[in-house]
């Protein structure tokens, strides 16, 4: 079955240093893989599609097929990145898409 | 306007009631999500209406009733809820996948936090 896999619940690091959330996922086909952020009183939106191989906020992702992982990783953390962060997948159907939610990595920028 | 919209922000009911959440979008998305989360979970996914006709019902119980009148308004019908459905109640919509592709993005409103007595 299609899963995904945050392995930590809460990460903790200082201002300025460096970032990786992991991200882990099992998939039968091709997977199509996302990175959600969730702000504190804010909506969830999209930070990232492993697709537009772009760079948000500072972050980025690569898709990495071998060891079938999507982690989040930013060199230089800063305060305002606190948040929840969820890896997912997403599936497709014929008429609509399926998104499968990690269980969140909370992200916490200490001063 | 790129925002989905949600009302009410807050909503208490007891458990003989009958409320409606309600879900607007003026994107042109065709197709439109319900999601239940949990305090400190992920949303799970309830249910997706694509051109406005249910496509996947991931098994929810009865007492939940979602319905979709036109394209850009999606509700979902509550009866005889339980305490253990509070929670938050998220949409979202999206553009449908075509022969071109194309981005399907997800956008989410900023829920209906729901207390059940």
């Known amino acids: 079955a299609q899963r995904v896999t945050q392995p930590e619940k809460l990460l903790s690091v200082f201002k300025g240093a460096p970032v990786e959330l992991k991200c882990n996922y099992s998939?039968?086909?091709?997977?199509?893989l996302f990175w959600y952020v969730q702000y504190s009183r804010q909506r969830l939106q999209l930070l990232l599609r492993?697709?537009s191989r772009e760079s948000i906020k500072g972050f980025t992702a690569d898709l990495n097929k071998g060891e079938t992982s999507f982690h989040l990783k930013k060199p230089f953390a800063q305060e305002e990145d606190s948040a929840m962060y969820y890896c997912?997948?997403?599936?497709?159907?014929?008429?609509?898409?399926?998104?499968?939610f990690g269980s969140g990595t909370r992200l916490s920028i200490r001063p | 306007d790129t925002e989905v919209t949600q009302t009410p922000k807050h909503l208490v009911m007891g458990m003989t009631n009958k409320k409606s959440l309600k879900c607007e979008q003026h994107?042109?998305?065709?197709?439109m999500y319900w999601y239940k989360q949990k305090a400190k979970k992920p949303p799970e996914l309830m249910f997706v209406?694509?051109?406005?006709?249910?496509?996947i019902n991931e098994s929810v119980p009865s007492r939940f009733s979602p319905e979709c009148p036109n394209s850009s308004l999606l509700n979902l019908h509550l009866h005889a809820l339980q305490p253990e459905d509070s929670a938050l109640y998220l949409c979202?919509?999206?553009?449908?996948?075509?022969?071109?592709?194309?981005?399907?993005?997800?956008?989410f409103g900023p829920g209906t936090r729901l207390l059940v007595l």
């Open positions: 997912a997948l997403r599936e497709p159907y014929s008429s609509a898409s399926k998104i499968i």
């Open positions: 994107m042109g998305h065709r197709a």
């Open positions: 492993h697709i």
């Open positions: 998939y039968s086909g091709s997977p199509e």
């Open positions: 979202a919509s999206s553009r449908l996948p075509t022969p071109r592709g194309g981005e399907e993005t997800q956008y």
């Open positions: 209406y694509s051109y406005e006709k249910l496509s």
